[in-house]
Structures are given as C-alpha cells and as structure tokens.
C-alpha cells in the first residue's frame, strides 16, 4: 500500500511538471511564405511613371504554382503617361533569392498601356523560380521634387513555385486565370478580381476604372 501511494504521489508530480512545461513553452508559428525579399505590387515611388502601381494576380501569401496551365498575370491601372513594362523570371531558391549572374529564363518587354490584366504563358521549370515586373520609366518618369532620377519603378516581386509543392494551395486562382485566357480581348470587371486576390483600397482605388480589358502575350 505504501509503495502504491509513493508511485502515485510520484506520477503525480512528474505530470504536473510536464503540464507546468507545455503550457509555459512559447507557442512556434510556422515562417509565413512571404517572408521573402519581395511585395505582389510594385511602384509607389514619386513621378508619375514609378508611382503607377503594377500588381501581380497571386494570393495573398505572395508565392503560387501555375500548374499544368502554366500561366501568371498581372494587372495595370490608370496613367497619364503610360511606360512599356519589363516582365522577368529567373531560378531561385526557395527563399525567392535569385541568382544574379545567371541568365533569366524568361524576359519581356510589353508594350505600353492602361487599365489591362496581362497574362502570360511561362516556361516549365523544375524548381523556384523569381518572378519581377517593373516599369521603364524614361529619364524623367521617377524624379522626385529634389532631383533624384529612378531608371525604373520599384518592381512587383512574387515567388512562382513547382509544381506539387506543398504551398501551393491556390486551386482558385488557377481556374481564375484560365477563365481570364478563355477571355483575352474583352472586358473584365474589376471589382471582381478585387476580391478574389484581396486587394485593399491602398492598391485599387477609386481612380481605376471599373472594368479592364484582358490581353495575352
């Protein structure tokens, strides 16, 4: 009986000093995938060029699979001054970091326009890759009021993954694209895309339009 009550009143205590531990332990949060150097929009900077916002059509967390339909897309808004738009991939880690000495496996340039989404169909790869899209802007497009010359707008940086990756949870914005491919050359609302990609007024105001037109290069 003795030894009973001793084992118990052991156990007891070798229980309450794990349950002591577990809840005093700080809870570990996986890294959010975004935490790469990089934001879906890019622009911002003063001058009417490197001011103009362009926005990558990925989630929220910033990083997304193409899947078998291989296609990205971005979007353009209103400017008094429209500038042709650079459009990069390269191979990179998983942390979105690229090599810069080697060369892009996709390079761009689009012509200049307004109030569009821009779909792309991409190479194949089978690793990360970096994805950039920028504004050249032209010798005055991002001077600011001390002088200050900016070649080009600050890029939209996202991190365009394998297929099969297990972050790759964006089924929606998959059929979302397809949807816009099978539309190239008309009209789409923007409202629409505003929400599927969840856009806060800081990216789509009310400058925009309320519809923009679809073109696939």
């Given at each position: 009986?003795?030894?009973?009550q001793?084992?118990?009143?052991v156990?007891?205590?070798?229980?309450?000093?794990?349950?002591?531990?577990?809840?005093?332990?700080?809870?570990?949060?996986?890294?959010?995938?975004?935490?790469?150097?990089?934001?879906?929009?890019?622009?911002?900077?003063?001058?009417?060029?490197?001011?103009r916002?362009?926005?990558h059509?990925?989630?929220?967390?910033n990083?997304?699979?193409?899947?078998?339909?291989?296609?990205?897309?971005?979007?353009?808004?209103?400017?008094?001054d429209?500038?042709?738009?650079e459009?990069?991939?390269?191979?990179?880690?998983?942390?979105?970091?690229?090599?810069?000495?080697?060369?892009?496996?996709?390079?761009?340039q689009i012509?200049?326009a307004?109030?569009?989404?821009?779909?792309?169909?991409?190479?194949?790869?089978?690793?990360?890759?970096?994805?950039?899209?920028?504004?050249r802007?032209?010798?005055?497009?991002?001077?600011?009021?001390?002088?200050?010359?900016?070649?080009?707008?600050?890029?939209?940086?996202?991190?365009?993954?394998?297929?099969?990756?297990?972050?790759?949870?964006?089924?929606?914005?998959?059929?979302?694209?397809?949807?816009?491919?099978?539309?190239?050359?008309?009209?789409?609302?923007?409202?629409?895309?505003?929400?599927?990609f969840?856009?806060?007024?800081?990216?789509?105001?009310?400058?925009?339009?309320?519809?923009?037109?679809?073109?696939?290069?």
């Amino acid at each position: 009986m003795v030894r009973f009550q001793f084992f118990s009143a052991v156990c007891s205590s070798l229980l309450s000093a794990l349950l002591l531990s577990v809840l005093s332990s700080p809870v570990l949060e996986a890294a959010p995938r975004n935490s790469f150097p990089g934001r879906r929009v890019g622009g911002g900077t003063r001058g009417e060029c490197a001011a103009r916002p362009v926005v990558h059509l990925v989630p929220a967390t910033n990083a997304f699979s193409p899947g078998a339909g291989k296609l990205i897309a971005l979007l353009e808004g209103p400017s008094a001054d429209p500038q042709p738009l650079e459009v990069t991939l390269q191979s990179a880690s998983a942390e979105g970091i690229a090599d810069p000495g080697a060369s892009p496996l996709m390079q761009k340039q689009i012509p200049a326009a307004v109030n569009r989404v821009v779909l792309f169909s991409i190479p194949a790869a089978s690793g990360p890759m970096l994805w950039e899209s920028s504004y050249r802007c032209g010798a005055d497009g991002g001077a600011d009021e001390f002088g200050f010359i900016t070649s080009s707008a600050p890029p939209a940086r996202s991190l365009l993954l394998p297929d099969g990756s297990p972050e790759a949870q964006n089924q929606r914005v998959e059929m979302e694209l397809a949807s816009l491919k099978a539309a190239c050359g008309t009209l789409t609302p923007l409202a629409h895309l505003k929400a599927i990609f969840q856009f806060d007024d800081d990216v789509i105001n009310d400058s925009w339009p309320e519809q923009v037109t679809v073109q696939c290069f």
